[in-house]
């Protein structure tokens, strides 16, 4: 027989055709043999074994009996009627009940004659029940050739309307594992195998398919989480190493005027050896000749900013323009007025981009970024618009990467002719098992202390109920001279209803705290941007004590002597959200809270947030919490992440795995870093296949 190409295109798959092939092609991105045969089932139904009924336990599963029908009933019920039969084996009784079809249910049912049934079994009342179950005669069940684990594919509700049922798809890859299979060759080394007691490549295929049984399928299991982990990261670690070899990076390898002066006479502060550490990984980079792509991860208050202003400096001093992006006109305007402030004794000249910004005052930017006059801009999304256009952009930053998507990066990489240096920051701690997956192609910088002198947050949690003792600690706070903030949640789904929550809680918080001893700030998302600032400014200056707010004040806003963040409805919030907020409090030298206000009922995820909130600061600890309770598809900003569409592994589950697979993948890099060794033969073509393929999303390019 003749091997079918992995590659022949799906619609010559006996069964297919053109019109299936259309369907696969737009409901499962089936477009070739190999796409089907890496379309594996999520779920199976052990039909490799047969239980006792006195071995049924309370669990809900699928099982399957060998037994007899005794005695059949119909009895009365208020609509309708059921079927009953009581089916025996030596251990015991259950019932096999119907509630439809049963006049010919009824006829075809033979008493005393071994059946096997198989069906979902229910506790009810004392005694085990099996509604609708599959019923086939032992003798015919002998004869015919059984799976013993029946695989269950992904569907789609259109291909099943299309009559592409589970069984439709079992036949297909049956026929398909049948032309192809000997065309499945080994994509790993003979010492993978054997090292890490892998099953063959094609034995795996057959058996993540139709496996054997329960131990066959753990194996295929592992041995393809394996090979996919492995790939992503040698694909990453390969793609890191070309770029570093091909893209060529401005060097700045003077430390000229600006950074020195700054350095010695202007630091408000000495750094943490976490910043000077950091600083000096970028230096390298940066002075190294290749271009600089990399994540600077710290938590809230850690100090990134004034990372960014220094290595901004270097940059200005050899000559480079700087462009520094934030997500939020708030974060921008407060960037913009912050670096001012660093920068009053030297000699930079700055401006602040925004949607808001006049368009004289554009067009005047737009004219010196162009002449070079202008060195360091500051904004928001609308530094991104075509017409903005640099001399020389030597260095990009962008800020609370989280908020941005991949295609904006992209953008910025294009605003010159060579791609400027970039340096994403981050206060969202990524887990290290998802930065391998997500950003290995990025260089990770992480700034691990806080500055000196913070005590650390102390956070409560208050049920609504509580809010007497609430108002009166905030009137003990800001007797003592510190703000308060009160952030509400507004989520898209329910923002009119959010909104009168806001202002609800606004006017009850007006009545307990009066004018003119207290004077309250609201910002909100439907504000014009100089209403936000206006009021974001009076709260900044301190002209009033408490700023009511959405979480538009989420990202960071730094107005160090507000001490008290309280967070109404905080069972809505992510945790990282939560995390967040809480991070605009503890950022003066006072003792500062978060109070998690709730409801009284509250879910387990929501419980187990604010149990994490309340146990610690630590953002890194916080962020794995989150990925084990939501999963990593749902984490802010890495829905547009190709890599994480894994086929069968699970990056929070198979965590160990991932490294592992890692280590395999730099071991084979370090030992032969074109591939070319005879025992990396197996690896070399996989890679080439996959490149050509383009399976790993560009992240940048
Ligand atoms: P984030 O990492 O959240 O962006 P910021 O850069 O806004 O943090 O810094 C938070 C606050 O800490 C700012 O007021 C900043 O001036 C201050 N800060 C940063 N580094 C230090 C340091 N080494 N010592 C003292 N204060 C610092
Ligand atoms: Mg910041």
């Known amino acids: 027989m003749n091997i079918s190409p992995l590659h022949t295109p799906i619609a010559y798959l006996k069964g297919v055709g053109p019109q299936r092939a259309e369907l696969l092609q737009k409901e499962l991105s089936i ?38 029908i005794i005695h059949i009933k119909t009895v009365e019920q208020k609509r309708g009627k059921r079927l009953v039969a009581k089916f025996s084996d030596e251990t015991g009784s259950i019932e096999l009940v119907w509630f439809k079809g049963i006049k010919w249910i009824k006829e075809s049912l033979l008493l005393n004659k071994a059946y096997v049934v198989f069906g979902k079994i229910n506790w009810f009342n004392g ?60 994509t790993l080394p003979d010492y993978f195998v054997e090292e890490l007691n892998l099953i063959p490549k094609n034995k795996a295929v057959i058996n993540i398919h139709f496996p054997q049984s329960q131990e066959y399928l753990a194996k295929a299991q592992f041995r393809l989480k394996f090979e996919e982990l492995f790939y992503i990261q040698l694909q990453l670690l390969i793609k890191n190493k070309l770029r570093k070899q091909k893209i060529k990076g401005f060097v700045f390898e003077k430390v000229g005027e600006n950074f020195t002066n700054f350095y010695h006479n202007h630091l408000p502060f000495n750094l943490t050896n976490a910043q000077k550490r950091v600083v000096k990984e970028i230096r390298n ?43 939020t006109e708030i974060l921008a305007t407060q960037h913009f007025h912050g670096i001012q402030e660093f920068c009053q004794h ?60 991949v295609a904006q990066r992209a953008k910025l990489w294009k605003k010159n002719h060579i791609p400027p240096h970039i340096l994403v920051m981050t206060a969202t701690p990524i887990p290290r098992t998802l930065a391998m997956s997500l950003y290995g192609d990025l260089d990770i910088s992480v700034i691990d202390e806080l500055p000196p002198g913070r005590k650390a947050i102390q956070t409560v949690h208050r049920y609504d109920s509580n809010r007497l003792k609430v108002f009166h600690f905030m009137r003990e706070e800001i007797a003592k001279g ?55 400014n009076r709260f900044a200056a301190g002209e009033t004590q408490i700023m009511i707010a959405t979480t538009v004040i989420e990202v960071g806003v730094n107005v160090p002597n507000a001490s008290v963040m309280i967070i109404e409805s905080s069972e809505r919030f992510g945790l990282s959200q939560l995390h967040q907020l809480r991070g605009r409090v503890g950022r003066g030298a006072e003792q500062s809270y978060c109070i998690l206000m709730t409801g009284q009922k509250l879910s387990n995820d929501s ?88 399976t790993l999303w560009n992240f940048i390019s």
């Open 31 to 68: 477009y070739t043999y190999a796409d089907l045969l890496n379309f594996y089932p999520n779920r199976y139904i052990d039909k490799s074994k047969y239980y006792k009924i006195n071995q049924l336990q309370n669990t809900n599963s699928e099982v399957q009996i060998i037994g007899k």
């Open 607 to 694: 419980k187990t947030r604010i149990q994490t909130m309340v146990e610690t600061n630590d953002g890194f600890k916080i962020a794995e919490v989150d990925l084990k309770l939501r999963g990593p598809g749902n984490l802010m900003g890495t829905q547009q992440s190709g890599v994480l569409q894994l086929k069968i592994a699970d990056i929070v589950k198979d965590n160990l795995l991932l490294a592992k697979a890692r280590e395999y993948a730099k071991r084979v890099l370090q030992k032969d870093h074109n591939l070319q060794l005879s025992e990396h033969q197996n690896i070399a073509k996989t890679y080439q296949k996959l490149n050509k393929n383009k």
């Open 482 to 536: 510190r703000q308060v903030y009160i952030v509400y949640p507004l989520i898209e789904e329910s923002e009119a209803l959010d909104y009168k929550d806001l202002m609800d809680g606004y006017e009850s918080i007006a009545r307990e705290f009066p004018a003119p001893k207290y004077q309250i700030s609201v910002v909100h998302g439907k504000m014009k941007a100089a209403d936000k600032d206006f009021e974001m």
């Open 127 to 186: 005694s085990f029940s099996m509604p609708h179950p599959e019923l086939e005669l032992l003798e015919t069940h002998k004869k015919n050739i059984r799976i013993a684990m029946q695989p269950i594919y992904p569907s789609t509700e259109k291909l099943s309307k299309r009559g592409i049922s589970n069984k439709v798809i079992t036949q297909l890859i049956q026929q398909l594992l049948k032309e192809t299979h000997k065309g499945i060759t080994e």
């Open 285 to 327: 980079d940066v002075g190294s000749g290749a271009q600089m792509n990399r994540l600077l991860q710290g938590d809230v208050g850690s100090g990134k900013t004034i990372v960014a202003l220094l290595v901004s400096l270097l940059a200005l001093d050899n000559n480079f323009q700087v462009c520094l992006m934030a997500p």
């Open 346 to 405: 030297i000699n930079v000249s700055i401006a602040l981009l925004t949607g808001s910004s006049k368009t004289a005052e554009r067009k005047k930017i737009h004219q010196q970024l162009e002449s070079g006059e202008l060195q360091l801009l500051i904004g928001t999304h609308a530094v991104l618009e075509d017409k903005v256009k640099f001399k020389n952009l030597g260095l990009a930053i962008i800020d609370e990467q989280h908020r941005f998507g």
